[in-house]
Protein backbone atom coordinates (compact mmCIF):
# COMPACT_ATOMS: atom_id res chain seq x y z
CA UNK A 1 0.00 0.00 0.00
CA UNK A 2 1.49 3.57 -0.89
CA UNK A 3 1.79 4.72 2.70
CA UNK A 4 0.94 8.33 1.89
CA UNK A 5 -2.00 10.81 2.62
CA UNK A 6 -3.48 13.53 0.23
CA UNK A 7 -2.22 16.72 0.35
CA UNK A 8 -4.58 19.44 0.87
CA UNK A 9 -6.85 20.60 -1.35
CA UNK A 10 -8.40 24.33 0.24
CA UNK A 11 -11.26 24.41 -2.10
CA UNK A 12 -12.19 28.00 -1.31
CA UNK A 13 -8.69 29.05 -2.44
CA UNK A 14 -9.81 27.43 -6.06
CA UNK A 15 -10.98 29.02 -8.95
CA UNK A 16 -14.31 27.71 -10.53
CA UNK A 17 -14.49 26.90 -14.19
CA UNK A 18 -17.10 25.87 -16.04
CA UNK A 19 -17.42 23.66 -18.78
CA UNK A 20 -16.22 26.35 -21.46
CA UNK A 21 -14.23 27.94 -19.84
CA UNK A 22 -12.20 24.87 -18.17
CA UNK A 23 -11.68 24.02 -22.03
CA UNK A 24 -10.06 27.06 -23.00
CA UNK A 25 -7.71 27.39 -20.07
CA UNK A 26 -6.86 23.66 -20.36
CA UNK A 27 -5.96 23.68 -24.03
CA UNK A 28 -4.37 27.30 -23.82
CA UNK A 29 -1.67 26.15 -21.23
CA UNK A 30 -1.10 22.66 -22.71
CA UNK A 31 -0.16 23.83 -25.56
CA UNK A 32 1.88 26.64 -24.50
CA UNK A 33 4.00 23.31 -22.57
CA UNK A 34 7.53 22.96 -23.72
CA UNK A 35 9.48 20.64 -21.37
CA UNK A 36 7.64 19.89 -18.92
CA UNK A 37 5.41 17.25 -17.23
CA UNK A 38 2.20 16.77 -17.05
CA UNK A 39 -0.01 14.51 -14.73
CA UNK A 40 -4.03 12.80 -15.03
CA UNK A 41 -5.21 10.50 -11.81
CA UNK A 42 -8.55 9.24 -12.85
CA UNK A 43 -10.19 7.31 -9.93
CA UNK A 44 -13.96 7.49 -10.27
CA UNK A 45 -14.93 3.93 -11.90
CA UNK A 46 -17.93 4.96 -13.85
CA UNK A 47 -17.95 8.09 -16.24
CA UNK A 48 -20.66 9.31 -18.27
CA UNK A 49 -18.90 11.12 -21.95
CA UNK A 50 -20.57 13.23 -24.17
CA UNK A 51 -19.81 13.62 -28.06
CA UNK A 52 -18.12 9.89 -27.46
CA UNK A 53 -18.82 7.55 -30.33
CA UNK A 54 -16.73 4.98 -28.91
CA UNK A 55 -18.63 5.65 -25.36
CA UNK A 56 -22.10 5.76 -27.16
CA UNK A 57 -20.78 2.38 -28.44
CA UNK A 58 -20.66 0.91 -24.55
CA UNK A 59 -23.73 2.48 -23.91
CA UNK A 60 -25.71 0.29 -26.91
CA UNK A 61 -23.70 -2.89 -25.86
CA UNK A 62 -21.73 -2.87 -29.27
CA UNK A 63 -18.65 -3.97 -28.01
CA UNK A 64 -16.86 -4.67 -31.62
CA UNK A 65 -17.63 -1.02 -32.54
CA UNK A 66 -16.52 0.50 -29.67
CA UNK A 67 -13.26 -1.68 -30.34
CA UNK A 68 -12.88 -0.85 -34.25
CA UNK A 69 -13.16 3.19 -32.76
CA UNK A 70 -10.20 3.00 -30.43
CA UNK A 71 -8.28 1.49 -33.46
CA UNK A 72 -9.59 4.01 -35.78
CA UNK A 73 -8.20 6.74 -33.29
CA UNK A 74 -4.51 4.70 -33.30
CA UNK A 75 -2.65 7.03 -35.63
CA UNK A 76 -4.02 10.16 -34.58
CA UNK A 77 -2.96 9.23 -30.92
CA UNK A 78 0.39 8.41 -32.20
CA UNK A 79 0.73 11.71 -33.76
CA UNK A 80 -0.01 13.42 -30.57
CA UNK A 81 2.54 11.24 -28.78
CA UNK A 82 5.03 12.50 -31.22
CA UNK A 83 4.10 15.92 -30.32
CA UNK A 84 4.63 15.65 -27.00
CA UNK A 85 8.09 14.20 -27.57
CA UNK A 86 9.25 17.31 -29.78
CA UNK A 87 7.64 19.21 -27.00
CA UNK A 88 9.43 17.76 -24.12
CA UNK A 89 6.17 17.37 -22.79
CA UNK A 90 4.88 14.20 -21.46
CA UNK A 91 1.53 13.72 -20.91
CA UNK A 92 0.92 10.67 -17.68
CA UNK A 93 -2.29 9.28 -17.13
CA UNK A 94 -2.54 7.29 -13.81
CA UNK A 95 -5.52 4.88 -13.68
CA UNK A 96 -6.90 3.93 -10.00
CA UNK A 97 -8.64 0.52 -10.58
CA UNK A 98 -11.24 -1.75 -8.23
CA UNK A 99 -11.75 -5.29 -9.30
CA UNK A 100 -14.05 -6.76 -10.62
CA UNK A 101 -13.58 -4.22 -13.43
CA UNK A 102 -16.76 -2.23 -14.21
CA UNK A 103 -18.40 -2.21 -17.36
CA UNK A 104 -16.66 1.63 -18.32
CA UNK A 105 -13.27 0.47 -16.43
CA UNK A 106 -13.32 -2.40 -18.93
CA UNK A 107 -13.76 -0.03 -21.46
CA UNK A 108 -11.69 3.12 -20.53
CA UNK A 109 -8.73 0.43 -19.69
CA UNK A 110 -8.99 -0.58 -23.83
CA UNK A 111 -8.90 3.17 -24.31
CA UNK A 112 -6.03 3.74 -22.67
CA UNK A 113 -4.00 0.56 -23.85
CA UNK A 114 -4.30 2.00 -27.34
CA UNK A 115 -2.73 5.20 -26.38
CA UNK A 116 0.06 3.75 -24.28
CA UNK A 117 0.82 1.36 -27.33
CA UNK A 118 0.79 4.83 -29.36
CA UNK A 119 3.41 6.59 -27.24
CA UNK A 120 0.98 8.08 -24.10
CA UNK A 121 2.77 6.91 -20.52
CA UNK A 122 0.10 5.47 -18.75
CA UNK A 123 -0.34 3.30 -15.40
CA UNK A 124 -2.49 1.41 -13.72
CA UNK A 125 -2.75 1.59 -9.67
CA UNK A 126 -5.04 -0.78 -7.22
CA UNK A 127 -7.31 1.35 -5.24
CA UNK A 128 -5.50 -0.57 -2.52
CA UNK A 129 -2.54 1.58 -3.04
CA UNK A 130 -4.39 4.74 -2.07
CA UNK A 131 -6.21 3.46 1.11
CA UNK A 132 -4.27 5.53 3.28
CA UNK A 133 -5.18 8.70 1.36
CA UNK A 134 -8.40 8.18 1.70
CA UNK A 135 -9.45 7.75 4.85
CA UNK A 136 -11.88 10.64 4.72
CA UNK A 137 -12.85 10.71 1.21
CA UNK A 138 -12.00 9.45 -1.99
CA UNK A 139 -9.08 10.54 -4.35
CA UNK A 140 -9.83 14.04 -6.26
CA UNK A 141 -9.93 13.41 -9.52
CA UNK A 142 -7.21 15.89 -11.05
CA UNK A 143 -5.07 17.18 -13.75
CA UNK A 144 -2.01 19.17 -13.04
CA UNK A 145 -0.16 20.84 -16.01
CA UNK A 146 3.61 21.23 -16.21
CA UNK A 147 3.72 20.69 -12.51
CA UNK A 148 1.96 24.60 -12.05
CA UNK A 149 -1.54 24.34 -12.99
CA UNK A 150 -3.46 21.99 -10.47
CA UNK A 151 -6.96 21.30 -12.00
CA UNK A 152 -9.89 19.12 -9.51
CA UNK A 153 -12.25 17.98 -11.87
CA UNK A 154 -16.16 17.68 -10.53
CA UNK A 155 -18.64 15.24 -11.31
CA UNK A 156 -22.01 14.36 -10.44
CA UNK A 157 -22.80 11.40 -8.97
CA UNK A 158 -23.83 9.41 -12.01
CA UNK A 159 -20.27 10.79 -13.53
CA UNK A 160 -21.13 13.05 -15.75
CA UNK A 161 -18.41 16.54 -15.89
CA UNK A 162 -20.58 19.27 -13.65
CA UNK A 163 -17.53 21.48 -13.86
CA UNK A 164 -13.42 22.41 -12.44
CA UNK A 165 -11.61 23.87 -10.10
CA UNK A 166 -7.96 25.55 -11.06
CA UNK A 167 -5.37 26.22 -8.26
CA UNK A 168 -2.14 27.98 -9.16
CA UNK A 169 -0.77 28.64 -6.02
CA UNK A 170 2.90 26.26 -5.75
CA UNK A 171 1.93 26.01 -1.86
CA UNK A 172 -0.84 23.90 -2.96
CA UNK A 173 0.47 22.41 -6.36
CA UNK A 174 3.60 21.20 -5.12
CA UNK A 175 2.41 18.74 -2.80
CA UNK A 176 0.33 17.28 -5.56
CA UNK A 177 2.97 17.10 -7.70
CA UNK A 178 5.04 15.13 -5.21
CA UNK A 179 2.17 12.85 -4.21
CA UNK A 180 1.67 12.01 -8.14
CA UNK A 181 4.87 11.24 -8.56
CA UNK A 182 5.39 8.81 -5.54
CA UNK A 183 1.95 7.27 -6.93
CA UNK A 184 3.18 6.61 -10.17
CA UNK A 185 6.46 5.46 -9.26
CA UNK A 186 4.68 2.36 -8.00
CA UNK A 187 2.15 1.80 -10.09
CA UNK A 188 1.93 -1.08 -13.34
CA UNK A 189 2.43 -0.04 -16.84
CA UNK A 190 -0.93 -0.76 -18.19
CA UNK A 191 0.12 -2.82 -21.24
CA UNK A 192 1.35 -5.20 -18.82
CA UNK A 193 -1.73 -4.96 -16.20
CA UNK A 194 -3.90 -5.17 -19.40
CA UNK A 195 -2.03 -8.41 -20.74
CA UNK A 196 -2.59 -10.01 -17.18
CA UNK A 197 -6.45 -8.68 -16.29
CA UNK A 198 -8.12 -7.33 -19.13
CA UNK A 199 -7.74 -8.96 -22.47
CA UNK A 200 -9.26 -12.70 -21.87
CA UNK A 201 -12.46 -10.78 -20.27
CA UNK A 202 -15.62 -11.12 -22.14
CA UNK A 203 -17.33 -8.24 -23.89
CA UNK A 204 -18.65 -6.36 -21.07
CA UNK A 205 -22.90 -5.90 -20.91
CA UNK A 206 -24.22 -1.92 -22.11
CA UNK A 207 -23.22 0.65 -19.83
Given at each position: M????????????????????????????????????S????????????????R?A??????????????????????????????????????????????????????????A???????????????????D???P???????????????????????????????????????????W???????????????????????
Amino acid sequence: MLDLRAPALPVDRGEPLDDDAYVSDFRTRRRAIRHGESWKLERLQHFEEKDSPTRDALRRGDWDEALRLFEARREATQKAAEEDRRNGSPFHRLRVVEEPLTPYMQWELHSLHVRAEAGHPTRVLPAKEVAAAETDRLLPEFVILDNLTFYEILYTETGAFESARRFTDPEIVKPWVTYVKQAWAVAEDIRSYFERAVVHLPPPPAA
